[in-house]
């Protein structure tokens, strides 16, 4: 009898054993933390609207860019390359960035995409220019994302909006002036 109940007291400590043994081997995998994590994630909502929730990202951004220049403005957006070579005429760079064409014209960089050859985005660098940062932190509120670009070796912050977004790039983190300012179509 004793004999009896010892094997089945065995064979449920291998059962147990088997079963852990298989629970541990079918839990998911952690993966990988991934290379880019945000630093600050964004506040929650207050009472006040800034302009950024009650305008589109492409107004927000023509007003961002229009002390730089009057005549370059979203207005690009969607537009051929041929279209803007008519406006503009011929561009001081051409080149390919990320798998399309880009063409710049003094501080402004026009990307096409590869597919319509359509400009998707618009890049202006503004570290030589007058661009206020001041003004543009105050229109833009707090960022929904913030990371080091490590491609690039530039800070990033980034603010979505449904029409697109806007992106501000820096040298750093501490970095008082925006090198860069970009928006990207969605439409």
């Not at 009898?1 to 852990?20: D, N, P, Q, R």
């Not at 994590?37 to 589109?56: H, L």
């Amino acid at each position: 009898m004793i004999k009896k109940i010892l094997g089945m007291l065995f064979s449920i400590g291998i059962l147990t054993s088997c079963i852990a043994e298989e629970q541990d081997q079918t839990l998911p995998i952690k993966q990988a933390e991934k290379a880019v994590k945000p630093v600050e994630e964004k506040q929650p909502p207050s009472e006040v609207k800034s302009a950024k929730e009650i305008k589109e990202g492409a107004e927000i951004f023509n007003e961002l860019i229009a002390p730089l220049h009057e005549e370059i403005d979203t207005s690009y957006l969607n537009e051929d390359k041929h279209n803007v070579q008519e406006r503009l005429g011929s561009p001081d760079e051409t080149g390919w960035f990320e798998g399309g064409e880009f063409l710049r014209y003094g501080v402004f960089t026009f990307f096409l995409n590869p597919n319509t050859n359509e400009v998707e985005s618009i890049a202006v660098e503004t570290n030589k220019t007058a661009f206020d940062q001041q003004n543009a932190e105050e229109m833009l509120g707090t960022p929904d994302n913030r990371f080091w670009n490590e491609m690039d070796n530039l800070w990033s912050e980034i603010y979505e909006f449904e029409d697109g977004k806007i992106t501000l790039e820096k040298d750093s983190v501490e970095a008082n002036q925006v090198s860069y300012i970009w928006f990207e179509n969605r439409k």
